[in-house]
């Protein structure tokens, strides 16, 4: 039979990976790109919109659409940086958890679940 104060010790030890895990991806910062390089986007690591930068040259009063694209893909870009730096760090303690990924959906966890 398992010991059961050994299993909520461990258990303990994982709610405060997940918790370390979750501070470190609110305080990261991930960039993603289009038009090699024209726009770029940071995201942080809770899928926040931090900033946001176009060079001069995309600027074209008269095809405001390529700029709106190239925004909209460097903002999914840096998502799905970020998104996979999630990955990375919550993998192993969701895994730890027994439920994977899908199984985290409930801890409030953007991109997860």
Same mark, same amino acid.
């Given at each position: 039979? /398992?010991?059961? $104060?050994?299993?909520? $010790?461990? @258990? $303990?030890?994982?709610? $405060?990976? &997940? #918790?370390? @895990?979750?501070?470190?991806l609110a305080q990261?910062? #991930?960039?993603? *790109?289009?038009?090699?390089? &024209?726009?770029?986007? *940071? +995201? %942080?690591? %809770?899928?926040?919109?931090? %900033?946001? %930068?176009?060079? /001069?040259? +995309?600027?074209?009063?008269?095809? #405001?659409?390529?700029l709106a694209d190239? +925004?909209?893909?460097? +903002?999914?870009?840096?998502? @799905?940086?970020?998104?996979?730096?999630?990955?990375?760090?919550?993998? /192993? #303690?969701?895994?730890? &958890? !027994?439920?994977?990924?899908? !199984?985290?959906?409930?801890?409030? &966890? /953007? !991109?997860l679940g």
């Open positions: 039979m /398992p010991d059961m $104060q050994a299993i909520l $010790q461990q @258990a $303990q030890q994982m709610q $405060q990976q &997940l #918790v370390a @895990a979750q501070q470190e990261a910062e #991930v960039t993603g *790109t289009a038009g090699g390089g &024209l726009v770029t986007a *940071t +995201v %942080s690591g %809770s899928l926040e919109l931090k %900033s946001l %930068s176009i060079d /001069p040259k +995309v600027v074209d009063p008269e095809d #405001v659409e390529t190239l +925004v909209v893909a460097a +903002v999914r870009d840096a998502t @799905a940086n970020a998104q996979k730096l999630t990955e990375e760090k919550l993998g /192993p #303690v969701a895994g730890a &958890l !027994g439920g994977g990924m899908p !199984g985290l959906g409930d801890l409030g &966890l /953007p !991109g």
